[in-house]
């Protein structure tokens, strides 16, 4: 995502100045993701019960369009990198965290597989990731990282250029129209699985979603986010060029879940049946 260079040291801890509410920038980010933090991140994630939470979803999704060269975007840790490659996607995993993306790569031999992974600024995406893709992953809730409208229309337009005419983007977020509207509420069944680690919203604003995520060490860090409504990242989507756009709650369609934790947005290039 965001372009960071510095590799930061081991006890380096986040810093937000004397006021945390007032940091509103994409690049804060950068420094959110102190080494002692992503080396917790798993422990909020627990890859075994995610894996069982979402199943075969985004594989079922991506080989029932025919898609193969899948772009990885905001890899974290690795997750979704390992699962594609483990069924058979040829992937790449880009981040703009490098501490990010030494543990995915970490994670990846763990597993068995070699991530191939490229430090890259979404903004500037196709300047540092070369080719075109059949799909783009963006999930995680991580496109929430970007506050400027600029940033998150540049980098939509950056992930457009580097699909194949018939590609697709796969986007999520956490619901925060629900958390906006009604306060913060949780099923706990996916994404963050980790049940010794508690994850919440400790500020909401319109323009601000400040997580805190505690630990069984006792030990807490913090993110700073942009809390996007689902309606506005759908029009984003949609100013972008993306023509068809579907949207899940929590693997299921709309209807079946009225208040997921998850939106997840199917964003396609093309109608079926263009000759685009």
Same mark, same amino acid.
């Given at each position: =995502? ?8 081991? %006890? ?32 909020? /994630? ?12 985004? /594989?079922? +999704?991506?080989?029932?369009?025919? @898609?193969?060269? +899948? ?28 501490? =990010? ?7 990846? =031999?763990?597993?068995? +597989?070699?991530?191939?992974? /490229? ?12 080719? @075109? ?17 600029? %940033? ?45 680690? +508690? ?15 505690s630990f069984p060490d ?6 700073? =986010? ?17 023509? @068809? ?5 929590d693997f299921l369609e ?9 939106? /997840? ?12």
């Amino acid at each position: =995502m965001v372009d960071t260079r510095a590799v930061f040291a081991p %006890d380096q801890r986040q810093s937000y100045g004397n006021d945390p509410l007032s940091v509103r920038e994409t690049d804060k980010y950068t420094s959110e993701y102190v080494r002692g933090f992503v080396d917790k991140w798993d422990e909020l /994630i627990d890859w075994d019960q995610r894996a069982e939470s979402e199943g075969r979803f985004f /594989i079922d +999704v991506l080989k029932a369009r025919g @898609k193969h060269a +899948v772009l990885d975007v905001a890899t974290g840790t690795g997750f979704h990198s390992v699962q594609l490659l483990k069924a058979g996607f040829n992937v790449f995993s880009a981040d703009g965290s490098a501490e =990010m993306l030494a543990k995915a790569f970490q994670n990846g =031999m763990r597993h068995d +597989v070699v991530l191939k992974t /490229i430090h890259a600024d979404w903004r500037w995406l196709n300047r540092d990731v070369h080719g @075109k893709f059949d799909a783009i992953i963006c999930l995680g809730n991580s496109f929430t990282h970007l506050f400027d409208e600029s %940033d998150r229309r540049r980098a939509l337009a950056e992930f457009y250029a580097a699909l194949k005419h018939d590609g697709i983007l796969i986007i999520d977020q956490r619901n925060y129209d629900g958390i906006l509207d009604n306060g913060f509420s949780t099923k706990h069944r996916y994404y963050y699985c980790g049940d010794q680690v +508690v994850a919440k919203p400790v500020h909401i604003d319109e323009g601000l979603a400040r997580f805190e995520y505690s630990f069984p060490d006792g030990s807490k860090h913090n993110l700073n =986010m942009f809390p996007l409504r689902r309606t506005y990242l759908r029009g984003l989507l949609e100013d972008s060029g993306f023509r @068809k756009i579907h949207t899940y709650g929590d693997f299921l369609e709309e209807a079946e879940e009225p208040n997921p934790d998850f939106f /997840i947005h199917i964003a396609e290039k093309t109608y079926e049946g263009d000759d685009a």
